[in-house]
């Protein structure tokens, strides 16, 4: 099982249902989403990954 990335397809899905861009991922696939909310993507998943550090400390 190769790392194909730091965000799991399944953590990508929920964070794009989160912020409200998931129909555009759906119709478009993932390079359908504009720039600011790739970010935000990005983001976002820094501060889960922070916060489920925190938690395991």
């Not at 861009?21 to 504009?34: A, L, N, S």
Request: charged residues 35%.
């Amino acid at each position: 099982m190769g790392r194909r990335g730091i965000m799991s397809d399944r953590l990508k899905e929920e964070i794009a249902k989160e912020l409200g861009f998931y129909d555009t991922v759906q119709k478009e696939g993932w390079g359908g989403i504009k720039a600011r909310d790739a970010g935000n993507m990005v983001k976002r998943a820094i501060e889960i990954a922070e916060q489920n550090m925190q938690s395991r400390s």
